[in-house]
């Protein structure tokens, strides 16, 4: 066990204890982390703050930091994970209920609250950089998942067996998992690349005519389908990609919001959620622009 992993083991026995002190400790090492593994898989009609709240809430009041010290990262993560998992089930649910009621008329995800757009704006970022972070929005939720997370472990933060334990997966077939998402993340960045492309291409402009303008899974097999027998979009999103660590791994940890403190992260959850309230009017001057590129037409 490592210096740092000691330090954490220890704090995590003395927070068992009742050490409210250290368990703030734990709460200040573990949020960045935490709101990195949230905001970088998030989908965008989920409110990453109110998970990270949830999640740091649950770690404080929950067993996690009494069992396996060695383990702890691993289990800080997991838990993140599975409030992540549990808000799109609920944000699922949400969505069929609107549709049911109310057809083409249902809500759709407001641009300020787009995470992934906002942290594009918050970081100084190269253009490749900016190209695979806007590509995260089309991976499947599970590659979003464990990119965000292999993420993490190309910038030092989680061990292999790190990631492997908050996937429930042995570190062989985590292997495989992270090349297969490396695969659908390569495809999503040539897709962003065409469809930035100018000028844009008539042909996928006829393809993309009902697409919303939304990332999408399917929309990415469909695009993607479209680029080798085209000669113009295959030389536009068929140039050498730079491997997505070399781009990775210099990006920080995100830093949460000054509301997000060590007190509100161990305090009761309905203490945490009325110090944490997001004020009115954040999102106004953050919304990063969502528009169908120009070259592809919208109905």
């Known amino acids: 066990m490592d210096t740092a992993a000691r330090h954490e083991g220890e704090l995590a026995a003395a927070a068992r204890d009742g050490d409210r002190a250290a368990m703030r400790e734990l709460a200040a090492r573990f949020l960045p982390l935490v709101y990195s593994v949230v905001g970088r898989a998030a989908d965008r009609d989920l409110d990453v703050d109110d998970i990270v709240r949830d999640a740091m809430t649950g770690l404080a009041a929950g067993p996690v930091v009494a069992r396996e010290p060695a383990r702890l990262r691993a289990r800080v993560v997991t838990v993140a994970l599975r409030h992540l998992t549990d808000a799109r089930a609920a944000a699922r649910r949400r969505r069929l209920a609107r549709e049911s009621r109310f057809g083409d008329l249902a809500e759709r995800p407001d641009p300020a609250s787009d995470f992934i757009g906002l942290v594009m704006l918050r970081q100084a970022l190269t253009h490749e950089q900016r190209d695979v972070a806007d590509a995260t929005r089309w991976l499947d939720p599970s590659y979003r998942d ?80 479209h680029l080798p027998p085209c000669d113009g979009c295959a030389a536009r999103g068929g140039g050498r990609l730079t491997p997505p660590e070399r781009l990775l791994a210099t990006l920080p940890l995100l830093v949460p919001p000054p509301r997000f403190t060590p007190a509100t992260t161990t305090a009761p959850p309905a203490a945490v959620a009325a110090a944490t309230a997001p004020s009115a009017g954040v999102a106004a001057g953050v919304a990063i622009g969502r528009g169908v590129p120009s070259g592809v037409r919208r109905r």
């Open 146 to 225: 464990l990119l965000s997370l292999w993420w993490l472990e190309v910038g030092g933060h989680l061990s292999r067996a790190d990631v492997a334990a908050a996937v429930a997966l042995p570190v062989a077939h985590v292997a495989v998992r992270v090349q297969r998402m490396r695969e659908q993340l390569d495809t999503a960045r040539r897709v962003v690349a065409v469809l930035h492309a100018r000028p844009g291409c008539p042909a996928l402009a006829d393809l993309t005519a009902s697409w919303d303008g939304r990332p999408d899974p399917l929309w990415r097999k469909r695009i993607a389908r």
